[in-house]
């Protein structure tokens, strides 16, 4: 496979041998509906052997994509109920999400933001938009954090980056920048001299939010790109997805979060699924997640412990349920957002 070609249709996959023949027809339909793309840094991880490969579990399409339960939701968090202006989320109160593009490198199959990405989504913000989007910001004096996310933030040129990053600059207020990426992982030859100029145009304390979820991720050039990033002054701490299929085992999650730690990368957050349209092939019921984050408890250093969280559905923010959730005698959980506020969250999967 050419060095660093993306692969973004069904023909593609099937001519790489990342699908069979007999799987074209189901993954056009899939690729009807949602974005298709992974790299080749992501599609050489891939042991065609195994049809249960982690890797190819999150990038390849599937049939059950097409399967969308009564729970889920094209916006399972929340992000529009809290979007004062195109482009910004403010939920919390001293920090906003900027999502400046909607387009990723690749595109994961559990997404949770997959009804708003990819060619046929919420596309980039124009100039004007992003400095309407950041008139906001500095009208609204509380916001301390500009968390940089969409899509992903680090397929945006230096150039725009760099642009977006000096006009933060002017702002007093903001002390923290931070961006949401799997570039580093996904694309790591991006990560070049000319992309930590732009991280570094504002002048502020920058944070990336690594998105790994399996073990293997961590290759040798991933980490060099991270080893890049630290080096150059960026803070980073990771993200992960508790998946089915991928990562619900707590010897595997524990050696990516070693493998974080090891690489400098704080391990911060690990989610719960969230209801996203044809993801329940991909989610573990809360139980389930909570036994395997017990289970690292103790037996790996506590540098390697993720916080392990659930984002409430209809936009009331995340809540710590490692052991802050309720079970009820029906099998659902009660759970408490930030403000208080108390809901009620059923398994879906």
Same mark, same amino acid.
């Given at each position: 496979?050419?060095?660093?070609?993306?692969?973004? @249709?069904?023909?593609?996959?099937?001519?790489?041998?990342?699908?069979?023949?007999?799987?074209?027809?189901?993954?056009?339909?899939?690729?009807?509906?949602?974005?298709?793309?992974?790299?080749?840094?992501?599609?050489?991880?891939?042991?065609?052997?195994?049809?249960?490969?982690?890797?190819?579990?999150?990038?390849?399409?599937?049939?059950?994509?097409?399967?969308?339960?009564?729970?889920?939701?094209?916006? &399972?968090?929340?992000?529009?109920?809290? /979007?004062?202006?195109?482009?910004?989320?403010?939920?919390? &109160?001293?920090?906003?999400?900027?999502?400046?593009?909607?387009?990723?490198?690749?595109?994961?199959?559990?997404?949770?933001?997959?009804?708003?990405?990819?060619?046929?989504?919420?596309? @980039?913000?124009?100039?004007?938009?992003?400095?309407?989007?950041?008139?906001?910001?500095?009208? !609204?004096?509380?916001?301390?954090?500009?968390?940089?996310?969409?899509?992903?933030?680090?397929?945006?040129?230096?150039?725009? $980056?760099?642009?977006?990053?000096?006009?933060?600059?002017?702002? +007093? !207020?903001?002390?923290?920048?931070?961006?949401?990426?799997?570039?580093?992982?996904?694309?790591?030859?991006?990560?070049?001299?000319?992309? $930590?100029?732009?991280?570094?145009? /504002?002048?502020?304390?920058?944070?990336?939010?690594?998105?790994?979820?399996? +073990?293997?991720?961590?290759?040798?050039?991933?980490?060099?790109?991270?080893?890049?990033?630290?080096?150059?002054?960026?803070?980073?701490?990771?993200?992960?997805?508790?998946?089915?299929?991928?990562?619900?085992?707590?010897?595997?999650?524990?050696?990516?979060?070693?493998?974080?730690?090891?690489?400098?990368?704080?391990?911060?957050?690990?989610?719960?699924?969230?209801?996203?349209?044809?993801? /329940?092939?991909?989610?573990?019921?809360?139980?389930?997640?909570?036994?395997?984050?017990?289970?690292?408890?103790?037996?790996?250093?506590?540098?390697?412990?993720?916080?392990?969280?659930?984002?409430?559905?209809?936009?009331?923010?995340? @809540?710590?349920?490692?052991?802050?959730?309720?079970?009820?005698?029906?099998?659902?959980?009660?759970? /408490?957002?930030?403000?208080?506020?108390?809901?009620?969250?059923?398994?879906?999967?």
């Amino acid at each position: 496979m050419p060095a660093q070609r993306t692969l973004r @249709t069904p023909e593609e996959l099937t001519a790489a041998g990342l699908l069979d023949q007999r799987e074209v027809t189901e993954a056009r339909a899939v690729g009807d509906h949602y974005a298709i793309a992974i790299t080749s840094a992501m599609a050489d991880l891939i042991d065609q052997r195994d049809p249960e490969d982690p890797i190819a579990r999150q990038f390849l399409p599937n049939k059950r994509e097409l399967i969308t339960t009564q729970a889920e939701r094209a916006d &399972p968090i929340g992000d529009a109920a809290h /979007s004062p202006i195109k482009g910004i989320v403010h939920r919390y &109160p001293d920090r906003v999400l900027l999502k400046a593009v909607h387009v990723c490198p690749v595109y994961c199959r559990f997404c949770f933001r997959r009804e708003m990405v990819g060619p046929q989504g919420d596309g @980039t913000l124009s100039t004007e938009e992003i400095d309407a989007a950041l008139n906001y910001v500095r009208q !609204h004096k509380e916001v301390w954090e500009v968390i940089l996310t969409g899509g992903d933030p680090l397929v945006l040129s230096a150039r725009r $980056l760099s642009e977006i990053m000096r006009k933060l600059a002017d702002v +007093p !207020h903001v002390k923290i920048i931070r961006l949401h990426s799997r570039v580093p992982v996904v694309d790591p030859a991006a990560v070049d001299d000319e992309l $930590l100029a732009a991280l570094k145009a /504002s002048g502020k304390t920058i944070y990336l939010a690594l998105h790994a979820n399996h +073990p293997r991720e961590m290759t040798p050039a991933a980490r060099a790109a991270c080893t890049r990033l630290v080096d150059a002054g960026v803070g980073m701490v990771s993200q992960t997805v508790l998946l089915r299929g991928v990562n619900d085992d707590p010897l595997i999650l524990a050696d990516l979060m070693k493998a974080f730690v090891e690489n400098r990368i704080k391990p911060y957050y690990l989610h719960h699924p969230d209801l996203a349209p044809g993801t /329940s092939h991909f989610r573990i019921t809360l139980a389930e997640g909570q036994r395997i984050v017990a289970s690292m408890r103790g037996s790996i250093s506590g540098l390697c412990q993720p916080t392990y969280v659930l984002d409430i559905p209809g936009g009331h923010g995340k @809540t710590v349920i490692a052991e802050g959730a309720q079970q009820q005698e029906d099998g659902s959980y009660i759970v /408490s957002d930030f403000r208080g506020g108390v809901h009620r969250y059923v398994d879906d999967c």
